[in-house]
C-alpha cells in the first residue's frame, strides 16, 4: 500500500503563486509516474501534470502550461507543482496521485489518491 499525503493549498489572488507537495509513504517503489489532478465544483477530474520517476515531464494541461511546473525528488519521495499566476478558474480540490503510468482519462494505472488540498484563487 501506498499513502499519499497533500500539503500547500490555500487562498490566493489572482496572479499569485502557491505550492503544493506530496510525500509518498509505503510500498512506493511501483511509483513510476506521479502527478496532480485537480476537480472543481460541478466540473470532471482533470489531470493536471504527470513526472515520471527519471524527472521527464510527461504531460502538463493546456490550461496550466507556462504557468505550473511539477517536480519531482525521489529521494525524499515528494512530488510538487509551483502555481504561478493563478486566475480564478484554476480553483478546485487538487489531488496527488501516482501509479505505474496513466490510462487515457488520467487516472493512475494500479495507482493511488492523495486526500485532496483546496486551492482558491479570488478576483
Known amino acids: 500500500q501506498v499513502q499519499l499525503v497533500e500539503s500547500g493549498g490555500g487562498l490566493v489572488q489572482a496572479g499569485g503563486s502557491l505550492r503544493l507537495s506530496c510525500t509518498a509513504s509505503?510500498?512506493?517503489?511501483?511509483?513510476?509516474?506521479m502527478g496532480w489532478s485537480r476537480q472543481a465544483p460541478g466540473k470532471q477530474r482533470e489531470l493536471v501534470a504527470t513526472?515520471?520517476?527519471?524527472?521527464?515531464?510527461?504531460f502538463y494541461a493546456d490550461s496550466v502550461k507556462g504557468r505550473f511546473t511539477i517536480s519531482r525528488d525521489n529521494a525524499k519521495s515528494t512530488v510538487s507543482l509551483q502555481m504561478n499566476s493563478l486566475k480564478p478558474e484554476d480553483t478546485a480540490v487538487y489531488y496527488c496521485?501516482?501509479?505505474?503510468?496513466?490510462?487515457?482519462?488520467?487516472?493512475?494505472?494500479?495507482?493511488?489518491w492523495g486526500q485532496g488540498t483546496q486551492v482558491t484563487v479570488s478576483s
Open positions: 496521485n501516482a501509479g505505474e503510468g496513466y490510462y487515457r482519462n488520467g487516472h493512475p494505472i494500479n495507482g493511488y
Open positions: 513526472i515520471t520517476s527519471g524527472g521527464r515531464t510527461n
Open positions: 509505503g510500498s512506493i517503489f511501483s511509483l513510476n509516474a
